[in-house]
Structure formats: structure tokens, C-alpha cells
């Protein structure tokens, strides 16, 4: 089960339909279409019963390519990718990045989908949806859309646990760009499970995701950190870069860090973290106690007897 995921690296909560929920929307809306050609068709027939064989034929070609074919582009991107078949199902045509579908999309899927539906009573939709991994057929992959499932059972939302505090900052100067959504996914993923894996499987995992990461972003992690403690410094970093990008200020991390911590590991350089408390100028000296000692002023002198 797959999530989509946007530029920013978050996931949303729309997944790929099946096969049997995308067969039973297409059947809705085709039995809509069809019922509305058969209505048009006996009306027009009444209307132009006047009109010679070519004429009466051009007018049932027009009416065929409008309702059946040019009812459901039209459909589509007017509601942005919701036929009433796939309201009905509760589905959605969207763009692969999770974006509205706009006209072009809807025409190449309705092109094609005269082939792979109507033609073919389904067979090559079918084949193709059961064949991709994310169950499109050919007119989603040549319009770059996808059907996802707009209503999913209701859950608890998944926790990232947060990295050490002495980990927070350390990798404020690494660059994330080339970071593909696809290992962002991968990562946010294992956090949130890992609990719940074996922990040899859940130690290999990390450390090739780890691998994966430090070979596209060039920093591997430092000598000593665990493969999942420096997946989640890093996925915290993006968060917090995100943070600031929304609210316009600077992300708070908290947490301190040893003295030794401030070198740079791998190419990136720690950012330094200021003390918690600033070091006090002098240190007072303590109170005296008993004898002449207990009367003694601030000034540091024995008063006459």
C-alpha cells in the first residue's frame, strides 16, 4: 500500500484504487452514458426521421462522440477527475505528483479509453491495470494520472519519533535536494514502524537506507550513530527547513550538545548549539562559618573589640 507524495515531502493520504473498485465506477458510468446516448438517439431519430441516409448517419456518429466519448472528458475535468462512478465508489482521477487533472489529462484518458474499454469490452484495461504496479492502465500512462482512493478507513496518524538531542542541528548544512520523494517515503515509513520489526531486520533496514541517503546527499553518517538515529536527524532537519519556509523564522531544536560534537562529520560541519547557561563571571566564594569568622562583614575585616 502506497502513498503519494508531494514536492515537499509529504505524504498524502490518497492511495492507488483496485482494480475491482476501478471496474465498478467505469460500469457505473458506462451504464450512465449508455442510457443517456439511447435517450438522445431515440429523440434524435424522431426529430430527423425527414433527413436522408448520410444526413441521419453523420448525426448518429456526432451524437456517438459526444455523449459516450465526449461525456466523460467533459465530466472529468469539469469535477477535476470525479465521474459519478467514482463518486459513487469513492475515487478520484489525480495527477502523478497528486495535483487536479486538467483537460489534456482527461482527453488522452477518454482517447484511449474508447480502446481499451469500449473496443475491447475492458480486456486491455484489465491486462494493463494488472500489470502496473499502481493499477493504471494505458490511458494513465500516457496523461500521467493515476485513481486514488479519496475515502480510507479512519486511524491513528503516524508518529516520527524524534532524534536524539544531541543529534538535533548536527546536519543543518547538508544538502537535501537530491533526495528522491521516493527514499523520503521509505524513511518516514521505517520510523514509524521500526518498533514494531525484528531487531536485526529492523537494524539492516536503517543502515540501507542510511546508505541510500548518504549516497545522495553525499554525508555519511558519523562514526558511531546509529543507521536510525541519523535517518531521523535527518528527516528532522527537513521538517525543521520546512518550518521556517512556512513560518518565516528560525526553527527551534532543542536539546544541547557535548563539547566534542562541534567537528565536522563527513563534509558537513555541526552547527554549534549556544550553552544553555551562560558560564558565570566569578565564582563565590562560600559563606563563612562559626567563631569570629560568622560576624565577619562583606568587607572582609574584623571589627575593633
Excluded: N
Aim: overall charge positive; proline content about 9%.
Amino acid at each position: 500500500m502506497s502513498e503519494l507524495v508531494t514536492g515537499e515531502a509529504v505524504a498524502l493520504e490518497l492511495r492507488p484504487a483496485k482494480l475491482p473498485s476501478r471496474a465498478l465506477a467505469v460500469l457505473i458510468d458506462l451504464v450512465v452514458a449508455w442510457a443517456v446516448y439511447l435517450a438522445v438517439t431515440v429523440g434524435i431519430i424522431a426529430s430527423t426521421s425527414s433527413l436522408d441516409d448520410a444526413a441521419a448517419a453523420a448525426v448518429a456518429v456526432a451524437s456517438f462522440v459526444l455523449i459516450p466519448v465526449g461525456g466523460p472528458i467533459a465530466v472529468e475535468t469539469l469535477s477535476h477527475g470525479r465521474s459519478l462512478g467514482k463518486l459513487a465508489c469513492g475515487l478520484r482521477v489525480v495527477r502523478d505528483d497528486g495535483g487536479p487533472i486538467r483537460f489534456r489529462h482527461a482527453l488522452v484518458r477518454g482517447a484511449l479509453g474508447v480502446v481499451e474499454i469500449l473496443l475491447t469490452f475492458g480486456v486491455v484495461a484489465c491486462i494493463a491495470s494488472l500489470v502496473s504496479a499502481r493499477g493504471r492502465r494505458l490511458g494513465d500512462v500516457f496523461a500521467g494520472t493515476l485513481v486514488v482512493r479519496e475515502r480510507v478507513p479512519a486511524g491513528r496518524a503516524a508518529f516520527v519519533p524524534p532524534p536524539p538531542p544531541w543529534l538535533m542541528g548536527r546536519f543543518s548544512g547538508l544538502d537535501l535536494s537530491g533526495v528522491p520523494e521516493g527514499l523520503w517515503l521509505a524513511i518516514r515509513q521505517y520510523l514509524t514502524r521500526m518498533g514494531q520489526l525484528d531487531p536485526q531486520v529492523s537494524w539492516a533496514m536503517a543502515e540501507r537506507l542510511a546508505e541510500d541517503l548518504a549516497e545522495r546527499t553525499g554525508a555519511p553518517a558519523p562514526h558511531g550513530v546509529p543507521p536510525a538515529a541519523y535517518l531521523a536527524a535527518v528527516v528532522h532537519e527537513r521538517q525543521a527547513r520546512d518550518a521556517r519556509r512556512a513560518f518565516g523564522g528560525a526553527a527551534v531544536t532543542g536539546g544541547g550538545a557535548a563539547s566534542g560534537h562541534g567537528s565536522a562529520y563527513g563534509g558537513v560541519v555541526a552547527a554549534p548549539l549556544p550553552p544553555r547557561y551562560p558560564a558565570p563571571s566569578a565564582v563565590p566564594a562560600p559563606e563563612p562559618r562559626g567563631g569570629d569568622e560568622a560576624a565577619r562583614p562583606a568587607t572582609g575585616f574584623v571589627p575593633p573589640a
